[in-house]
């Protein structure tokens, strides 16, 4: 009875490799939206950046003076 007991589990791990890369999935999603998120906030600095330099340009412009008097 043991020895039949040992033969199903034996046969039936197949299921936890899925479960394994399950988890490393999971894991891998999780780092890479950590990394998107920090990232997200640098290129939201650099765009405010450009976006107050392109309005500033613009404005100038706008006056009729030349960019750099």
């Known amino acids: ?7 199903f589990l034996y046969k039936n791990d197949i299921g936890q490799d899925v479960a394994e890369y ?3 999935t999971a894991l891998i999603a999780l780092v890479a939206l950590g990394i998107f998120w920090r990232v997200a906030g640098g ?3 650099i765009w ?3 976006n107050t330099t392109l309005a500033a340009g613009s404005a100038s412009n706008a006056t009729g003076t030349a960019p750099g008097n």
């Open 1 to 7: 009875m043991l020895r039949a007991i040992w033969k």
């Open 48 to 50: 405010g950046t450009a």
């Open 43 to 45: 290129m939201n600095g």
């Open 22 to 24: 399950c988890l490393i």
